[in-house]
């Protein structure tokens, strides 16, 4: 089974503060996923990475940077966390190719104050 | 993947069967999938079309017609567990992301 683990699953912080989101994935997948999901927005792509130390944005990078140094691990980094970065946030990994189903961690929910 | 609209919410009676309804728009389709979500828990996959047809997984089945730009996902034989979140989401051709609908809850009743 694949298994894909995030660092915390409830996470307090305050407005400025710099936040760091770690996902680690078991299956060797190629390609890692960063998203938020908001009520009534669904699940929105922050950023993703096809392989080690490469990254693209996604539909909303703004605020947000990731760093993947290892293939496991693909982390998500709220530079200055602010009060509308309050939200679920969901990583994914993928194998990379043929149908390439995305498997979702458990999710962080952070709280900005 | 761009649009993708599906139905915000749907009831339906426990032993009935649902139909969840998903259409989008893309340049280069190259699949949609299914996924279910119980609330405060991560997405799973359910299902995955890339040509047109049906395709049957148990009490589950996942349509898709390329040409309308449309898929449905029905659920037979409805339990109260089925209540769930069920999201679509279509991946364009030579990319590795999806986009998601927003998701549409099922709530199941006795």
């Known amino acids: 089974d694949v298994k894909v683990t995030q660092s915390s699953r409830y996470l307090v912080k305050r407005t400025g503060e710099k936040v760091f989101l770690e996902c680690v994935q078991d299956?060797?997948?190629?390609?890692m996923f960063w998203y938020r999901q908001d009520p009534g927005l669904g699940l929105r792509l922050i950023y993703f990475s096809y392989d080690v130390k490469m990254k693209e944005k996604g539909d909303i990078p703004e605020g947000y940077s990731v760093s993947r140094e290892k293939k496991e691990r693909f982390s998500l980094i709220l530079e200055s966390a602010s009060t509308n970065q309050t939200s679920m946030y969901l990583c994914?990994?993928?194998?990379?190719?043929?149908?390439?189903?995305?498997?979702f961690g458990p999710g962080t929910r952070l709280t900005v104050l | 993947g761009q649009n993708i609209d599906q139905p915000t919410e749907m009831t339906a009676t426990e032993g009935a069967i649902v139909q969840i309804n998903c259409t989008y728009q893309?340049?280069?389709?190259?699949?949609l999938f299914w996924y279910q979500q119980h609330a405060g828990e991560a997405p799973t996959f359910l299902s995955y079309?890339?040509?047109?047809g049906l395709e049957e997984k148990g009490r589950f089945s996942s349509f898709l017609s390329r040409s309308k730009g449309y898929s449905y996902l029905l659920l037979k034989e409805l339990q109260m567990k089925d209540s769930a979140s069920y999201l679509c989401?279509?991946?364009?051709?030579?990319?590795?992301?999806?986009?998601f609908g927003a998701g549409t809850t099922v709530t199941v009743r006795a």
């Open positions: 299956m060797d997948h190629e390609n």
């Open positions: 994914a990994s993928s194998l990379g190719r043929g149908k390439d189903e995305q498997f």
């Open positions: 079309n890339v040509l047109d």
């Open positions: 989401a279509v991946r364009d051709w030579g990319d590795y992301k999806l986009s």
């Open positions: 893309t340049s280069g389709f190259n699949g």
